[in-house]
């Protein structure tokens, strides 16, 4: 590589910039651009072959992270069969230039993450292994059906055989594990039972739904380093799973009622997590259905709690959550109705939030996700819920929120609410302003609205507009999420 001297002047600013200035790196590359590219030019060289190879590393580590969370998002939001493999952009990044692959290969951490599917090409698996150099590895298995080799069980197929192996010889220096099943895995499930974890910091196992289990997770040498887990259609979760795991903070259950836990059960394993700080519930992975003796779990800790029911979920699911769970500690709640098959799914949580007392008293931050929300559903939740600070609310029910705390009989709702959290920028802003005017003479004034996705929006002229109308008003301060 030709180094002239605006090249070496531009990267040593490069390695000062850290305790000069506090702007963002690629606001400095803006500022540079134009100066180091007419160099570069001049020399005849590449911007892009350029490039320190410091720089270049954090670019790739972007760039692997960006793949990952898009993988992430799109299977969390997907089902199991509609998972595709997405192409591996390290992989990409080494075919670029010789310079590319040498800086890639020196970086063990790269290639960390063991994607294992059926009739995977084993050579692949052995070459992210090798280029790992023993770093902490992110494992994860999509087993759908296809056509298997055998005319046997599918658990039985050697490839998926083969990838159990795999993943029980590498578990011990696994830091995250993530099985989606399509069929049972049993072998697997065993495997488990007799290896040790010692490093295993996130697990993430879903049973094939509908299908009938009686196994469970039972690593009988403990989960010492584990935070954080999420199980789907597991209908038995043995206490002595979580013996050690006393570090263990997230807990995400996922699943329908028919192949759900036992009250029992559930209370059971949640008296057993005296560090839990983050529960979601997602489906109804509790059987409150054939159930008449429910007892009442504390969870001391428990500062977040997420709840999604699924589609037809049963009249007694919600109301018995609120009923048989006590958290002093809440602060934030969500509640997200998006995938509920109509409003008279939750009517029997509305009936209940009406009626008693309020069930969570210290949370703050309450975010609501629906398509749509009645006038007796706000009324229920600014009874239940008076003393939230923040309130986040999904696009569709924006205006509904506004009409509601507008409207005559109900200016008093939330008293301390402060900040508004909006999912989108489409809303009816005149609403906002009279809102706005109404809380600021009630003597209840909300300081603060922010909204997703106002930031590409923020410089148009009609939002400038108004955002000085809202000034006018009231001294709120406008911002996006």
């Known amino acids: 590589m030709i180094l002239m001297p605006e090249y070496v002047a531009t990267t040593q600013e490069l390695a000062r910039l850290p305790g000069k200035t506090k702007r963002p790196l690629c606001h400095f590359m803006d500022a540079q651009a134009l100066r180091l590219n007419q160099a570069l030019v001049a020399y005849g060289v590449s911007y892009i072959s350029s490039i320190p190879n410091e720089l270049l590393e954090m670019i790739f580590v972007e760039t692997v992270k960006a793949t990952i969370k898009a993988d992430g998002d799109y299977s969390s939001s997907c089902a199991l069969t509609r998972l595709r493999l997405r192409s591996r952009p390290e992989l990409l990044l080494t075919s670029v230039s010789q310079r590319w692959r040498a800086v890639a290969l020196g970086m063990p951490l790269l290639w960390t993450e063991i994607r294992l599917f059926l009739r995977q090409n084993v050579d692949l698996v052995n070459l992210y292994l090798t280029r790992s150099q023993g770093q902490l590895l992110d494992m994860r298995f999509i087993g759908i059906h296809c056509d298997f080799h055998s005319q046997s069980l599918p658990e039985f197929d ?9 993943i029980l010889s590498h578990i011990h220096v696994c830091r995250r594990l993530e099985v989606h099943g399509a069929f049972p895995f049993p072998k697997l499930l065993d495997g488990f039972k007799r290896i040790k974890a010692p490093m295993l ?3 993430m196992v879903h049973y094939p739904l509908n299908i009938p289990n009686s196994r469970h997770i039972l690593f009988t040498e403990g989960l010492p380093s584990l935070t954080s887990i999420e199980q789907g259609n597991v209908s038995s979760i043995s206490s002595d799973l979580f013996l050690s795991a006393d570090r263990l903070r997230v807990l995400t259950l996922n699943g329908l009622w028919v192949s759900g836990l036992s009250p029992e059960n559930f209370s059971n394993l949640l008296s057993h997590l ?38 037809n979920i049963s009249r007694t699911y919600l109301p018995t959550v609120f009923r048989t769970i006590r958290a002093p500690a809440l602060r934030e709640l969500v509640l997200d109705f998006h995938t509920a098959t109509s409003s008279r799914d939750i009517q029997s949580l509305v009936d209940k939030l009406k009626r008693g007392a309020p069930p969570f008293p210290s949370v703050r931050l309450l975010t609501l996700c629906s398509r749509s929300m009645a006038y007796d559903g706000w009324h229920a939740l600014a009874h239940a819920f008076s003393g939230i600070t923040t309130l986040s609310v999904s696009k569709c029910i924006m205006n509904q929120l ?19 959290l909006f999912d989108d920028v489409q809303f009816e802003w005149s609403l906002l302003i009279q809102l706005l005017q109404i809380r600021e003479a009630a003597g209840m004034p909300v300081r603060e609205v922010k909204m997703r ?15 000085a109308s809202l000034a006018t008003y009231t001294p709120v301060v406008i911002g996006w999420t």
């Open 402 to 420: 506004m009409g509601f705390l507008s409207c005559a009989g109900r200016r008093d709702a939330f008293p301390k609410l402060r900040t508004l």
């Open 158 to 166: 050697p490839d998926y055989l083969r990838i159990s192996h795999i």
């Open 274 to 311: 005296t560090s839990l700080t983050h529960l979601t519930l997602i489906g109804e992975p509790v059987d409150y259905v054939r159930s008449m003796d429910i007892p009442v779990v504390e969870i001391p800790l428990l500062q977040t709690m997420v709840l999604k029911p699924g589609p």
């Open 453 to 467: 996705g106002f930031k590409k929006h923020a410089q148009s002229e009609l939002v400038g507009k108004l955002v």
């Open 201 to 203: 910091e996130e697990l």
